[in-house]
């Protein structure tokens, strides 16, 4: 790395997210939260209780990877290190991703940030006031009654890495809350598999406490629980952020039977089709990222519906929200991936990004339960959307998934999706083709 961009990197890396005010059940209008452009090395999910943690001593899950295909050695600016509780009065300010930023070589880093500790969030006190529970999302995107009536059976598969060992818990804490109802290993609603597809042996929880994906895990599953409560939830651990550990997950994932396929992840884009995110009849999304990263893959492949995102704000009049692009997701123009023949009225020579966008910004978040991270959260990132269309895709009908990127781009002038109030006229660079209006685009 030349001097010069060296030096621009520590710049970047220097810069401090705002503090974010936290809302809580306040429903004070919150504004757009800053970020770094360049994010510094995430501090760890702040777990108050690491007792979900596995054994050190026990013996790590066989990756069939060899040795020499880790990853370069850490840098000094990545570099783990301890951090506080959430609870500590010492515990880092603003929002954070909960994983490394950005990913190392060969890896994809998750896209989850987290703005910080809430208050405890039950459906009876839920009313449109950051964050947000599953009904304020429900509303804000016109899917109450979809959510209540729809997708009965049809399962919707996450795609995370490395092991959560309190996520049934959590996600029964969180859909109790909400008033949705249960969804279980017991009741056969919910399957957590390793990326072989198999119960057991599970991954490990990430033993570099700096890019541990439990909060990750935890905002997917809420967040297609929230939109799609009647859908079955597999949830593919891949026993590390590695790029073939999760590609193989996500194929995985497909062999389950998963009509959508949630990756709230990305790295450095790599050329080739992506044949791994590319099934037959699943609808398969990813996440945008950071808006400092540029084009990234899996959210770059042309099979992939790349998900930006938006800030959501609760308002008096109108349909009682209102979204604006956030200047936190990343969008613009591949520089590996051609243009699909699909894709029109973007200047981009090559596939143009997002798709469509959907909540992100963690300053207007949505309240997630992760008992390693301290209880309730209010979160944020790329990834919540990503998890919100995939859970989209199950309440529509087949076709839908087909082709899900065409799908969207053959309706996105049709008023399909809702505009941002600050889009301009047809497909916008920043948000895509909207943001979800009901289910008519799905």
């Not at 033993?207 to 629980?225: F, I, N, P």
Request: hydrophobic letters at 40%; proline letters at 6%; one cysteine or more.
């Amino acid at each position: 790395m030349g001097h010069a961009q060296r030096s621009r990197r520590i710049l970047r890396s220097l810069a401090i997210a705002a503090i974010v005010a936290i809302a809580g059940c306040t429903g004070a209008s919150m504004e757009q939260s800053p970020l770094p452009v360049e994010p510094q090395t995430a501090a760890p999910a702040s777990h108050a209780s690491q007792s979900d943690a596995p054994d050190a001593s026990q013996d790590a899950p066989n990756t069939g990877d060899d040795a020499s295909g880790d990853a370069a050695p850490v840098s000094g600016m990545h570099a783990p290190s301890a951090a506080p509780s959430l609870r500590s009065s010492s515990a880092p300010k603003g929002p954070r991703y909960a994983c490394r930023q950005p990913a190392l070589a060969g890896r994809r880093a998750c896209d989850a940030i987290v703005a910080g500790a809430t208050v405890q969030r039950a459906a009876s006190g839920c009313n449109r006031s950051v964050p947000y529970c599953a009904s304020d999302i429900q509303a804000a995107y016109g899917l109450t009654q979809a959510a209540r009536n729809g997708a009965k059976g049809a399962t919707v598969a996450i795609v995370d890495a490395y092991g959560y060992p309190s996520a049934a818990n959590d996600l029964a804490v969180y859909r109790r809350s909400m008033g949705l109802a249960e969804c279980s290993p017991t009741s056969g609603c919910l399957k957590i598999v390793n990326q072989r597809g198999r119960a057991n042996p599970l991954p490990k929880v990430n033993a570099d406490t700096a890019d541990d994906w439990r909060a990750e895990e935890a905002l997917d599953l809420d967040m297609v629980s929230a939109i799609c409560p009647n859908c079955r939830i597999a949830l593919v651990q891949a026993n590390s952020n590695k790029n073939s550990d999760l590609a193989a997950s996500v194929t995985t994932a497909a062999a389950l039977g998963a009509v959508a396929i949630v990756n709230a992840y990305g790295g450095k884009e790599e050329s080739g089709s992506g044949s791994a995110y590319r099934h037959s009849g699943v609808a398969i999304t990813a996440s945008a990222g950071g808006a400092a990263g540029g084009a990234r893959t899996p959210c770059a492949y042309s099979g992939v519906v790349c998900v930006g995102g938006t800030s959501l704000s609760a308002t008096a009049s109108g349909r009682g929200w209102s979204e604006l692009g956030w200047h936190g997701a990343a969008s613009g123009c591949s520089a590996l991936v051609a243009k699909p023949p699909w894709q029109h009225a973007s200047r981009c020579k090559s596939r143009a990004f997002p798709d469509l966008s959907a909540i992100a910004d963690p300053a207007t978040g949505v309240a997630v339960y992760e008992s390693p991270g301290g209880g309730w959260l209010q979160m944020g990132g790329t990834s919540a959307g990503s998890a919100i269309v995939a859970a989209l895709f199950a309440l529509g009908p087949a076709a839908a998934r087909t082709n899900a990127p065409q799908w969207i781009w053959r309706r996105g002038a049709s008023g399909a999706y809702r505009r941002t109030a600050d889009a301009k006229t047809g497909y916008d660079g920043a948000i895509g083709w909207g943001t979800p209006n009901g289910t008519g685009g799905f």
